[in-house]
């Protein structure tokens, strides 16, 4: 549930949409869609009105023959100078800009690619040169007398890698490709010397390593009901927190306690030409939407699983969303819909319908299995209806008919649509696309990756080199269940699309388990984290850090130790600073307790948690993390929070679980 809008312009193109539907309407339409209480009535009320402000369907898909050669001749002379990086860069351009529609342009494509092969083969990146001679390979428009050079070059590959038996296979195909060359017989001669010379002379090559050390694989164990939440994790439901996360056994720190794949993401537009549209990955080596240059993918399965579902949707409005200045939420609203067949939704109209009436008080519709792939979950995440005042919900609806208009655009529907013309169908999906804007605002989640900074930054006394910065959004039904608290449970990191989700601390049965919606006590004021959660949120944050008002980081002394008492179930703590006596009575329950204990447990830290500092500045993050998590077990066990060291540790533990997820291509692990 964080918030996961994009940074806006001052005044969008989508806002002043929005701005002039509404004011098409009449006082009398104003008042009778307050009075509206269902979803299709108010699309069906403001349709005519939106429809008057016109919405600019850029049909240039950004592809450009002329530019494409441009970025090869470019390419060309970067690479002669061996100038690689730029030569890659001009390459690629050439390959997000380059048409798909004739021979002519999947000639050059082809062209491209292969030389962006040349540019890797220098680099000593031999995996990329397989997938880049595959690429054109699989295009097909690869000029047959240039064949052989990219079948020498995979040999050459093969023989870097000490593959014998690939390595001659690739010569082979090398000799059968030269006699469809342009080599005069005298050059063709010499080709097929020099191509017997390198099949029994084996050069050792000095090769870049590849190969990334892959840590112990942690299983994780599911429950049979919410199939994306550990075993020990349950769900309840109250009339003031709603549906909320709690534990039913104890939960040790560091425990995977969520791993759930996205009902749906979205790459924002940010990083449309950076990231993988479909699994998110960071691209270096990117393959082209053969339609459009607006978004980008990590291989040819990808982009083919994309054109399979939601882009082949998208693609022809892709632009046009993009220049909207549309929030990200926009994007997933649509992409709920985009990514499924018109038949999916349509089965469920007749379920569903009454639902979407704002009165209807119908139960949660209840399944065996809570899965993340069931649209029905996603219909029935908390949306503050009760709450959201009518005037908003104007603004809503005109967004939904703006994406609605979209679909129709990008002949979503199987039938003939109108612009102007509104027919029962698309009012349901109308219906479905407003509902989906108000559920994103309080369920949506960033989907994000690790990337270096140039300058350290300061966390509470620890410098880092990086930041998890957002590169989409997705929707996680399982982990939009999870309540807020300023000082959070979990840790969560991506790998892909995939949310990942850890404990911080160590958790006891019976307690909630809390995620983080944005502001943490340790550097935000009490005052500014209420406003902030009041406004996008819309409540009062009733955690721990807030009703007994902690104290920020910066504001906490390393002298004062929080001891509980040591009768199971007491709340009391006892506020140790420096030479107390050693005993205290407990307020509540009137027990006498000893700190000496505690302090004689605390003394292991001296050793545990300078060994796991230093694993972690070496990058050995995995051991660190053990280690960390050791110590602040410790730290939970003899002491109770707010205090600094605990704060550090945790930091440390984040700093390791993140590590494990999404990273841009060019990140460099820099921890320190």
Known sequence: MSDSRDDKNDYTVFQKYCEKAIGQLSEECIQSFKETTDEGSRIVLLYQAATKIPITIIELNGKNFEVSQEQKTKGNSYFAKKDYANALKAYNEGIIKCPQNTDESRELLSILISNRSATYFELKEYKKVFNDIDYVLEIGNYPAHLKYKIWIRKAKCYDALQN?????????????????????????????????????????????????????????????????????????????????????????????????????????????LTN??????????????????????????????????????????????????????????????????????????????????????????????????????????????????????????????????????????????????????????????????????????????????????????????????????????????????????????????????????????????????????????????????QNNYWFECLCTPCVERWPMYKEMKENELRIPCKTPRCPFVFLLEGDDDPYFTCEFCKSINCILPNLKGLMVLDEILPEAENLFKLGQLQAAMKKFISGLEILFKFTKPPHPEIIKVQQRIRSCMVHLGNKAFDYKTDLL
């Open 164 to 272: 014998e038996r690939l390595s001659s296979e690739a010569y082979d195909e090398a000799l059968k490709s030269l006699k469809f060359s342009k080599l005069d017989e005298r050059s063709i001669e010499t080709k097929i010397n020099e191509i017997e010379k390198a099949r029994d002379t084996k050069i050792e090559f000095a090769t870049k390593n590849e190969l990334v050390p892959v840590d112990e694989a942690e299983v994780f164990e599911g429950d049979n009901e919410y199939i994306a939440a550990h075993f020990k994790v349950k769900f309840q439901q109250d009339a003031y927190q709603g549906r909320y996360a709690i534990a039913e056994d104890n939960i040790e720190a560091g425990t995977i306690i969520v791993e759930e794949n996205a009902h749906c993401a979205v790459v924002d537009t940010k990083h449309a």
């Open 276 to 533: 993988c549209q479909y699994c998110f990955t960071a691209v270096e080596q990117l393959v082209a939407c053969p339609t459009c240059s607006n978004v980008v993918f990590c291989s040819t399965i990808c982009e083919r699983l994309a054109n399979k579902t939601f882009h082949k949707i998208e693609c022809p409005i892709q632009a046009s969303l993009y220049s909207s200045g549309a929030s990200v939420n926009c994007f997933l609203a649509l992409r709920i819909v985009s990514q499924k067949h018109f038949s999916y939704f349509n089965d469920k109209k007749n379920k569903l319908k009454d639902y979407l009436n704002d009165h209807c008080k119908k139960n949660i519709i209840k399944k065996k299995t809570y899965r993340y792939d069931d649209y029905d979950n996603v219909f029935f995440l908390c949306r503050n209806e009760a709450n959201r005042k009518r005037e908003e919900l104007l603004h809503f609806s005109c967004m939904a008919i703006f994406l609605l208009r979209l679909l129709k655009f990008a002949k979503y529907f199987p039938f003939e649509t109108v612009d102007e013309t509104l027919k029962d169908d698309e009012v349901y999906f109308g219906s479905l696309l407003l509902r989906h804007l108000q559920l994103l605002q309080f369920n949506a989640h960033e989907v994000s990756e690790l990337r270096n900074i140039d300058k350290s930054h300061e966390f509470e006394d620890l410098m880092t080199k990086y930041e998890n910065a957002a590169i989409g959004a997705g929707l996680y039904p399982t982990l939009a269940l999870f309540n807020h608290s300023c000082d959070p449970s979990i840790v969560r990191y991506n790998i892909k699309s995939k949310m990942v989700v850890r404990t911080i601390k160590p958790i006891k049965a019976g307690e909630i388990i809390y995620e983080n919606y944005g502001p943490l006590y340790t550097s935000t004021q009490m005052e500014e984290r209420q406003k902030i959660l």
